[in-house]
Every structure is written in C-alpha cells, then in structure tokens.
C-alpha cells in the first residue's frame, strides 16, 4: 500500500471509529489541582505563555503530529497551522516521508507561508534511519517546512503490527546520535501513544536529543487503528491484544522528568501528549513538569471543518487552563510547579 493511501486511511479512522485505549487512562485523573479560595490573583495577570527553543509560545500547548501527504491532510495542515498562528501556539507537523519520496506531496506540509511566527517542528520516522535515511534526509525534512525543531517519533509497536510495518530496530540509538550531531535545529524523540520510560529517556538525553514528548498511553491507541486497517484476521488479533499495552502519559511525564533531573538537564524540555483533552489537562500536565501538553484528536476533529473551529477549540482550552491557573493561586506556569499546587488522590 502507498503511503499516501496509508496515511488516508489513518485519518478517516481516527475520524470515524473508536480507537481510543478500552481500560487505560492516562493517569492525570489521579491528581487534582488544589482549590485556593483567596488566590491573592487578578484573572487577567494570568500568563500561561512559555518559552521553548527561544520562541515564546501563548500557552503550553502543541498541536500534536497528525498528517500529511494528502490533499484532505493539506486541508487539515492548513487550517491547524492558521489557527496556532492565530493563537499563538506549537505546531507538529505528521511524517514528512511521504513529502521526501514523492515532490508531489511536499506542499501538503509547507505550512510556514500560513504560520510564519508560530514553533513548528517537522517529523521522521526514526526507524527510516535503518532503512536508508540519515542525517541528509532529515535536513531535507527541516529544510522543507521551515521547521525549527525535527521530530524522530518511536513507534515500534504500530511498525510491528502493521503489515507494511518496519520491524528493524536494532542499532538505532547510534543513528539517532549522528542525527542529533548533524543537524543545526534540535532532535525531538516522540513516542506516539505508549510512553517513553526511564531507561529510554536516559539513552536519548545522553545521545544528545533535545527534547522528548513522552506521548504516553490513555489517548489514542494507534494498535486499535492498526486494528481497523489490518489486512488479515491474524494482523487484527495481534493488534488487538495490545489493546493495554503502554506506559500511561503521567506515569511516563514523571519518569522522563525525573531522568532529566538525574542527568542535570533541567535545560531539556519535556512534552507530554496522549489523552490530553482539556484545559486541566494541561495544566496538570504543566505542574508535574512539562514544558509543552500536545493534543490531536481534538484539533483533527475540528481541523476537518475549518481553521475557525480549530481556534475556537484552542481558545476554549486557553480560558480554561487559565482559570484552573487563578483558581489554584498561579500566576505563570513556573508557580504551576510549586509543590502545593497539586495533590495526588
């Protein structure tokens, strides 16, 4: 199958069936922000921006890889981008491979003519790099959009269940290294909804990657989309028996965070995606260190119908993270982190 065809299909299923986890959650309903009746705090002194890789960002929030390498996800890229841009937020874009192995569908990525302001970051597969890919097509990759930042995304999970699936890992951290080393904008290592555990972020920090988006389990199960797609009985079966597989998103946040502690890397951002889905979210999210919350399936849901909607699904998220900010008695996302704003339940 083509992988523009592929990627078609990845959209109208995540559209139109329920891919999310059956019984995992991504543990953020375990805490709970602290209630302050005198938060001492004028509403509109709230500022939730942040700076990440120099730019400053209105609020912590990322639009969270998707698509590409259609003309419906050049439709959905283009009204992502104009939103952020709008609002003021992080964009990243899906897998450029398409774009690098056909011209044709580079356009459906170059989104910087929409968003010349906004944080945006391009993406590879980091498994491309054990099959011919290396630093000059990652380059190319940046290079095309404009990015300020490549994603590698990990995802050795849905390669194995996919039956066009790249199922050759071995080696790959020494490639990622040269990548990191190659390129002059920062190397992010994305997972794409199972986590990134302790010991997989201590490999990463230390080969010099330069932020990690744990992207945790309790969102969407990209085993339950591979699911819908696969080709034969036995590829459905296998997929979904990985139904609970994954390391929810705030179990993987703490472990990446404290990894980066251990290292003395308090420089390295740290995002966590996977199941956000509201303001309080995010700013748990926030609290517990992170420096940006990304979110899909809510933006594609509304970036299928116009960029409008986009905004006004980000500015929703904004009031409201806002407000749990007033309400738990923090003016900025730094006093988000001080150790009385959440509790665990």
């Not at 909607?309 to 009031?319: H, Q, R, S, T």
């Amino acid at each position: 199958m083509t992988i523009d065809r592929r990627k078609a299909e990845h959209i109208r299923i995540n559209l139109e069936e329920n891919v999310n986890f059956p019984e995992l959650t991504t543990g953020l309903e375990r805490y709970r922000l602290v209630h302050q009746a005198l938060p001492e705090l004028d509403l509109a002194e709230v500022d939730p921006a942040i700076e990440v890789f120099g730019k400053r960002v209105a609020a912590p929030i990322l639009i969270s890889s998707m698509t590409g390498g259609t003309p419906e996800a050049q439709a959905i890229n283009r009204n992502l981008a104009q939103a952020a841009q709008t609002c003021g937020l992080a964009m990243g874009l899906g897998s450029q491979r398409a774009g690098l192995e056909n011209d044709e569908t580079a356009g459906t990525f170059r989104v910087r003519a929409i968003a010349p302001d906004i944080l945006l970051f391009a993406n590879l597969g980091a498994v491309q790099l054990n099959y011919g890919y290396g630093p000059d097509e990652c380059r190319r990759a940046v290079e095309m959009v404009e990015a300020d930042a490549l994603i590698l995304h990990l995802n050795p999970l849905q390669e194995v269940v996919q039956a066009e699936g790249d199922a050759n890992w071995g080696g790959l951290l020494q490639k990622i290294e040269e990548v990191c080393r190659a390129l002059p904008v920062p190397v992010i290592a994305k997972e794409v909804g199972w986590g990134i555990s302790a010991r997989t972020a201590r490999l990463l920090i230390e080969a010099g990657i330069g932020a990690i988006d744990v992207a945790g389990a309790g969102g969407t199960s990209w085993s339950q989309v591979e699911m819908h797609r696969a080709p034969t009985v036995r590829l459905r079966r296998l997929a979904a028996a990985f139904a609970g597989w994954g390391i929810p998103t705030a179990e993987s946040l703490q472990a990446v965070c404290a990894t980066r502690a251990e290292l003395d890397r308090p420089d390295l951002p740290v995002f966590a995606s996977g199941g956000i889905r509201t303001g309080q979210d995010i700013a748990k999210c926030a609290a517990l260190g992170a420096d940006l919350a990304g979110l899909a399936s809510p933006f594609l849901k509304r970036a299928v119908q116009s960029a409008e909607a986009v905004v006004e699904e980000m500015e929703l998220l904004m009031a409201e993270l806002r407000i749990a900010m007033f309400c738990s008695g923090a003016a900025n996302i730094a006093a988000l982190r001080q150790p009385d704003v959440l509790a665990r339940q």
